[in-house]
């Protein structure tokens, strides 16, 4: 079992910056990718990054541009991801959870932290 837990969420104004944390605990050597998914009510929840074990990252589409390379980062000894967001919209206002894939691809999800962008 794996637990997840995030931080960092809140309001923030438009053009402004946040940074997430997520702790992970429990099986964490069975742990391969980590990653953030947000979703907005209505909406299916949609990939923001993923980081695996190495180092590979994906950003989404949506955050190009806006999201730098370094926008995900993974600090191994402390088995946590953070992600870290500049020029904020309010279209990325959601809730913002934090993922994590075995090496048995088995998924676990944190509870969730509200995001808000203010215009």
């Known amino acids: 079992q794996v637990r997840l837990v995030e931080s960092g969420g809140g309001l923030v104004q438009a053009g402004g910056s946040l940074r997430l944390s997520c702790a992970a605990s429990g099986s964490i050597f069975s742990i391969n990718t980590m990653g953030w998914y947000r979703q907005t009510p209505g909406k299916q929840r949609e990939l923001v990054a993923t980081i695996t074990s190495r180092g590979t990252t994906v950003l989404a589409d949506s955050v190009k541009g806006r999201f730098t390379i370094s926008t995900i980062s993974r600090d191994n000894a402390k088995n946590t991801v953070y992600l870290q967001m500049n020029s904020l919209k309010p279209a990325d206002t959601a809730v913002y959870y934090c993922?994590?894939?075995?090496?048995?691809?088995?998924?676990?999800w944190g509870q969730g932290t509200q995001v808000t962008v203010s215009s």
């Open positions: 993922t994590a894939r075995t090496i048995r691809t088995e998924d676990y």
